[in-house]
C-alpha cells in the first residue's frame, strides 16, 4: 500500500505517541515510595504487577460500560489497596482515594512523547489532515494532549468518553473521520492495541498500522485482519510517509 497517497493519518495516543506505559510504571513508583509504611516489606515489582493485573481488568469493565471514569479510578486503587493488606496482613491504614490522587498526579507528571513523534507530525501536518482518536478520561487525556505540544499539530481530538463510544467500536473511528470530513478509503489509523486499535479502525473501512514497538506476538484470535504494515519505532512509522527523522545525540 502506498500510505503517502492517504488524504488523512488518525493516531492513537497512549504507548503510540505518548510512552504511557513507562508513566505508568514511574508514577506507581514514585506513590511506592510516598508511602513506605504501607507498602512494607513487598518489592516493587509485585506491586507494579498487580496493578497492572487490577488496571487491565478494571479498564475491561470500563470499555463495555460497567463503570464510569470515576468508579474506574477509586475501585482500581481499593483493589490496591486490598490486595497489599491481603499481602502483608495488618498495614498502616490508607484511604483508597489518598492512592488514587497521588496515583494520577504522579502519573501525569511522568507523560512524555516518544522521541521524534513532534519531528514527525512537523514534516505530516502540511500534508495531511492529523488526527488522534484514544479511551481514556477526558480531562486526563487533554491535559496529556496540551502539556506535549500535541495539540498546536494535531486538529482533531476523539476521546471515548466525550462522545460515549469506545475502541474497538467501528462508532468512534466513524466519528473521527466525520469530524475530520475524511473518508475511510483515504484514512490511516496508527495504534499498538491489535483489538482496540488495528481490528477497530478496520471494522470502519480505514487502512491500519501496528504500533508493535515491544515486539508482541499477533493475536491469533484477530487473524481475520491484518494490517497494511507493522512498526517498532517512531522512526519505522515517519519511514511509511516518506519522512526520514534525524538520530537524536543519545542515539
Not at 483493589?79 to 490508607?94: D, F, H, K, Y
Amino acid at each position: 500500500m502506498r500510505f503517502d497517497s492517504l488524504d488523512a493519518i488518525f493516531f492513537d495516543l497512549d504507548d503510540t505517541l505518548l510512552d504511557h506505559r513507562g508513566a505508568v510504571r514511574r508514577g506507581l513508583h514514585d506513590v511506592y515510595h510516598l508511602y513506605p509504611a504501607f507498602f512494607g516489606s513487598l518489592d516493587f515489582a509485585q506491586v507494579h504487577a498487580a496493578w497492572h493485573a487490577i488496571n487491565e481488568a478494571i479498564w475491561e469493565e470500563y470499555s463495555r460500560g460497567l463503570l464510569t471514569a470515576g468508579e474506574l479510578r477509586l475501585q482500581r486503587a481499593r483493589q490496591l489497596v486490598e490486595w497489599v493488606r491481603s499481602m502483608l496482613g495488618a498495614t498502616a491504614g490508607i484511604a483508597p482515594e489518598e492512592i488514587r490522587d497521588s496515583y494520577m498526579q504522579c502519573y501525569e507528571n511522568h507523560c512524555t512523547l516518544y522521541d521524534g513523534v513532534l519531528p514527525m507530525l512537523d514534516a505530516l501536518k502540511d500534508r495531511y489532515t492529523l488526527g488522534i482518536i484514544t479511551n481514556g478520561f477526558a480531562s486526563v487525556q487533554r491535559r496529556k494532549i496540551g502539556g506535549t505540544e500535541l495539540g498546536s499539530r494535531i486538529g482533531h481530538v476523539i476521546v471515548s468518553e466525550e462522545v460515549g463510544v469506545h475502541k474497538p467500536d467501528a462508532g468512534i473511528f466513524r466519528i473521527a473521520l466525520a469530524s475530520a470530513n475524511a473518508e475511510a478509503a483515504g484514512s490511516v489509523y496508527v495504534g499498538d492495541n491489535y483489538l482496540w486499535d488495528v481490528r477497530g479502525a478496520a471494522g470502519a473501512g480505514m487502512a491500519t498500522v501496528w504500533y508493535n514497538a515491544i515486539g508482541t506476538h499477533r493475536p491469533a484470535e484477530y487473524a481475520d485482519v491484518d494490517p497494511q504494515a507493522e512498526v517498532r519505532s517512531i522512526g519505522d512509522l515517519a519511514s511509511l510517509f516518506g519522512i526520514t527523522l534525524e538520530r537524536s545525540p543519545q542515539s
